[in-house]
């Protein structure tokens, strides 16, 4: 009796010794699948099992996390642990397969799992049952050893991926070159076959492949299938064995910031996922996603810090001044600056009216104008015009392989169209920098237009206005100036009287030097009292006071120029007859009312005038007014009212007015 004793008590001490044994040489910091395999072969041996197994909980015991078989199938292995875990004690499991079966609960404080050892050679007695207590104490040990060194293992697998995130992160800050990094480690740290990235774009929200390592190619049609399949997941998944790949397991994790998804992670290899892999995936996922938010917010960044500063380069251009098509240069220069391009080129409509664009600029003038490039530039670039959008082409043959055109549109009138000319990317031009240009020349546009309208009013007003006044309306250049508007004015009339009979009388020469002198010292008057000429017709001079330059005491301003006109012509008349020369006596009416003052005339000339009763009543009013006097209207003596002197004359009937009453301007107050 003692001989048994002490030979079962050396049974358990050799039985102790091994499992301490098996767990002690395992390494724990590894998956410990591999310690609870060594604990499985070594109860088979001792306890000469044709078959064994072992299920494990998962930590919350929720889920399994291992199942391990030797001599079963893993259904078989599954269904006897569970019987064995449903067990207080070890004792026989229901089996059909072996004569005899035995199962094990491990449990510490709560279940664990479960093993079962079956033999068909003979029953298990009491003594291998002792025997396997205390085994089971042991094992449940390793179990929650294994476990939390293990855990603590992970836990600094993934510490260690997070940080190696955040490097990339610092390191590359660019979308493709964080895709590619991250592809990489999710291979190495999931020993993965296939990682596949889906991204949506940035710009269409599109889910897109941006990156791939498919070490098995696999079929294109596969690929797909693996796609689909993972389209919808909102969370870390396992998700079993690929479509038409049954030795392909496959694990994915969707990329969500806030509430937004902008894309998934699929990973794939021959060995089966575990637990652990899904955290490990769903610590990378949870970090590598703000990642590539945190890449698209720089790259906007620095995208709108690009166009920024074209912009304000662009601006610092136009309020420099100077020549148009120098401008329109360097404006071009800065475009091409935002974009890499083998040339750029604006065009814009004919100044002429003519609906035909016309090069303005280019950063490669031999380039552009040679027939190659031509054709397609100016194809591309009416489309362009006609649709009013960018227009992006890419050429297989042909000296253009990749093309942008962006229409100037501003207040929906396009005045022409900007491009840019091969890409140096092999790829052509990308959405980035369509975005980047599109985004710009919304600039540009106004900047261009600006100038435009510039040199219209110069052209249109040069000679209508004192050359300050005219600079500072170019300030301003509002595009309404010029159009037609009904504005209230003042409008002034002067002419020599007998001007025909003096023509006459005198050489074509002293003609032109007298009337060029009388001409000038009347527009200089006009000019100093912030008049605009509106234009001389023979010896005529007429004048409009308060358009394009606003005034509201533009009658008196006309009544000031009027009396020094006749001042200046008295001078002028002196200085002519000291040389001998005679200069006819000066006639002024002024009328103050409504007209329609504006540009008018064809795109190949027009002018700066008004129209209306009120400019028919000034000639009127001219015609009637004798040498030297000034004769104005109801309204303007009524505006002057207390700034001058006024007589009241005779009304008088005006061909096609009437009868209209007049007053003579005697002086000023």
Known sequence: MTSDFLAQKEKQLALLLALDSTRDTADMTQNPDG?????????????????????????????????????????????????????????????????????????????????????????????????????????????????????????????????????????????????????????????AELCMLLLSHIDSGEILL??????????????????????????????????????????????????????????????????????????????????????????????????????????????????????????????????????????????????????????????????????????????????????????????????????????????????VVNSNSVNGFSSEDRRILTAITSQVDTAVFEQLERRRMRKVLGRSVDPKVLEHLLQRADSNMLAGERVILSTLFADLRGSTEWAEQIGPEELVSSLNIFLGGMTEVIFKHGGTLDKFVGDQVIALFGSPVRMEDHAIHAAQAAVEMQIVHANIQAELKAQGKHLPDMGIGVSSGEVIAGEFGPPIRTDFTAMGRIMNLGARLCSAASAEQVIIDQMTRDMIEGHAKVQSLEPVTLKGIGSVPIFELLGLK
């Open 210 to 419: 941006r990156g791939m390592v498919d070490k098995n190619d696999l079929p294109t049609e596969t690929l797909e299938k693996i796609k689909q399949l993972t389209a919808q997941i909102t969370t870390t998944q396992i998700l079993g064995t690929a479509p038409d790949r049954e030795w392909l397991h496959l694990m994915a994790a969707p990329f969500i910031i806030g509430g937004e998804r902008l894309g998934t992670v699929i990973v794939g290899r021959k060995k089966a996922f575990t637990l652990a892999d899904q955290r490990l995936l769903f610590a990378i996922t949870s970090q590598m996603d703000s990642a590539i938010a945190h890449s698209r917010a720089l790259q906007q960044l620095l995208r709108r810090s690009k166009e920024l500063e074209t912009i304000y380069e662009v601006d610092r251009i136009r309020d420099r001044g100077g020549d148009f098509n120098q401008m329109l240069h360097l404006v071009l220069i800065e475009l091409c600056k935002a974009v890499t391009s083998e040339a750029g080129y604006l065009m814009l409509y004919e100044e002429s009216g003519e609906e035909r664009l016309e090069l303005k600029a280019s950063t490669r003038e031999s380039l552009l104008t040679s027939a190659d490039y031509l054709k397609t530039i100016k194809q591309v670039s009416s489309e362009a015009l006609t649709v009013g959008k960018t227009i992006h082409q890419i050429h297989k043959d042909g000296a253009v392989r990749s093309i942008i055109a962006v229409p100037l549109i501003l207040n929906e009138k396009i005045i022409g169209v900007f491009g």
């Open 35 to 191: 310690m609870f395999r060594g604990i499985l072969y070594l109860l088979k041996e001792q306890f000469q099992a044709e078959a064994c197994g072992l299920l494990l909980l998962n930590e919350t015991g929720d889920a399994i996390e291992v199942v391990l078989n030797i001599g079963a199938s893993e259904n078989e292995a599954n269904m006897l642990c569970r019987q064995a875990m449903m067990l207080e004690a070890p004792d026989s499991l229901l089996d059909t397969r072996w004569k005899h079966t035995l199962g094990i609960p491990i449990v510490l404080v709560k279940p664990l799992g479960g093993i079962f050892l079956a033999r068909s050679s003979e029953t298990f007695d009491t003594d291998e049952i002792e025997l396997l207590k205390i085994a089971e104490s042991q094992i449940d040990s390793a179990v929650m050893q294994a476990r939390m060194i293990w855990s603590i293992s992970q836990r600094n697998i993934e510490l260690e991926t997070i940080y190696q995130i955040d490097r990339m992160k610092d390191d590359n800050p660019d979308e493709d070159h964080l895709i590619g990094r991250f592809i990489g480690l999710n291979v190495d740290r999931l020993k």
